[in-house]
């Protein structure tokens, strides 16, 4: 079993900034693939970022690309989402997420946050 907890959220002004954090607990961090979904009123879950196992390489949503970043700290057992350039479309849940990796690459995310909200006012 692994815990996530998020923080950081809050009310910002459009081009403003956030960074988010997850902190986890349980199993141990390193073995996991981390990442960021967000969800906005009347919409579905969305992919937002993930990082590698060992987090030296990053993915991102198109929607988010050159203004998110990504990082996971396996000493602090913590994953980070810097937002820089907030849209107010940015608007929406934000969660952590934890998975494995299958011998094809494919992530599955096993392990969910409560989530943290971003609000973005324009």
């Known amino acids: 079993q692994v815990q996530l907890v998020e923080s950081g959220g809050g009310l910002v002004q459009a081009g403003g900034s956030l960074r988010l954090s997850c902190a986890a607990s349980g199993r141990t961090f390193s073995g996991y693939v981390m990442g960021w979904y967000r969800q906005a009123p009347g919409k579905e879950r969305e992919f937002v970022s993930r990082?590698?196992?060992?987090?030296?390489?990053?993915y991102y949503a198109d929607s988010v690309k050159g203004r998110f970043t990504v990082s996971k700290d396996n000493a602090k057992n913590t994953m980070y989402l810097q937002m820089n350039s907030l849209k107010p479309e940015d608007t929406a849940v934000y969660y952590c997420?934890?998975?494995?990796?299958?011998?094809?690459?494919?992530?599955?995310?096993?392990?969910w946050g409560q989530g943290t909200q971003v609000t973005v006012s324009s």
């Open positions: 990082t590698s196992l060992s987090g030296s390489a990053t």
């Open positions: 997420a934890a998975g494995l990796m299958d011998g094809r690459g494919s992530v599955y995310f096993d392990y």
